[in-house]
């Protein structure tokens, strides 16, 4: 039986993810309870004339893929506030994707330094700002953690907006509390935001867009004749984002797939990653012996817009639940994806002609955005990665996707 072994794909010298869930937690309450004392003084629910908005801030810190997936938002944003500026606070480590999204006016970045001091004191300068700001309208894009509320309570903004849930007490701080719906896609989830705006809500997924830098096109150009590599060919993302590596469909079924396509169809497939995960990359390529085909590791050999590029020239992206799954969507590229102890419901991607590997086992999914996204496997193996095996990927891709190649 394979088990996907958790090994972590973390770059050095900055603040874990892991460890800021974890202060989250110990402290997060504390100072919702504590500012709470004050919230009798905040403003109750309100329902601005978005004619008459003229600054909106977004507020979202995790996730390339959130951000990719939040462009129906922004694009809906931008036609709802007409005489408005757009803008978004996000991560520093995000500024690969922010580059993408066009209907963004400006962007505020919140560096978090190496350790949890400097991540401490970046946040504490980042609700300085944010309140110098005095923005019309904030609003939460993140599902449930603390600092974004808190970040709002600070804000001084009339209108505040993000989610509520009975699991996950965040202070009240938000004029205008939407609930977020586990039934339905991410996208229509922050699309729904908008609903005290006078926007209906939708429950069908919206589909995620993303401008290329035009340079990518060069780029890659360059890249695949370096490597002589002609169509068609394949993708293959092993790696998940560190808030969840159960995500990662064991490196030695990719393996074995990878082997059987490539040696099958007489194809190329080219390993992405990012430069921090180009060793776990390569553990993974470092095992495929074939005599036909090709399997190379270009891990931290391309830009994000790069990555793009590559997505649109490829036959097809075989990936896990992460970031480059949705960037594959919104540059409209057919998806090979695994889901384990995520659902496909919240993250799946969005569109037609896309091959969805679900086992569907009854304990999934078991991560939970109420519950920070941790893994609550209670299995002695991760039972919905292990029911998933390598010749009922193989069987599907092939009927499914066999043709392409």
Known sequence: MYRSKVTSQHSSGCVRMKTLQYIENLLGGFACAILSLFSFFLSKT??????????????????????ILATPFLEEAKRTFPNAKIELLTLSGNKGVVKM?????????????????????????????????????????????RASAILAFFSGAPTRVGYHSQGVWRGNFHTNRIAFNVYRHVTANFYNLLEPF??????????????????????VDGLLGR?????????VNVNAGEL?????????????????????????ALFVGSPSEKEYVESVVSLIKMDRGRV?????EVSLDGLGELFKRCAFVITNDSGPLHLAVAVNTRIVSFFGPETPVLYGPVGEGHCVLFANSPCSPCINVERAKSLQCWQPNIRCQDEMTVEKALNRISAEFGSLL
């Open 46 to 67: 309100t329902r601005p004339d978005p004619l008459k908005v003229s600054r909106v801030l977004c507020v979202k810190f995790w996730g390339i893929g959130s951000l």
């Open 101 to 145: 999204l066009s209907d963004v006016d400006h962007v505020h970045y919140l560096d978090l330094g190496c350790n949890i001091f400097e991540a401490i004191v970046a946040f504490m300068q980042s609700m300085r700002n944010v309140r110098s700001m005095r923005p019309d309208v904030l609003i939460d894009l993140e599902f449930y953690t």
């Open 198 to 219: 006078g926007v209906k809500s939708v429950h069908t997924p919206l589909m995620p867009k993303v401008s290329l830098d035009p340079r990518a096109v060069a780029e």
């Open 227 to 235: 490597l002589v590599v002609e169509k068609p060919f394949i993708i």
């Open 244 to 268: 969840a590596y159960e995500r990662r469909w064991a490196p030695e079924r990719y393996v074995k797939l990878v082997q059987s396509l490539c040696i099958k169809h007489g194809t190329t």
């Open 296 to 300: 190379l590791n270009i891990a931290g």
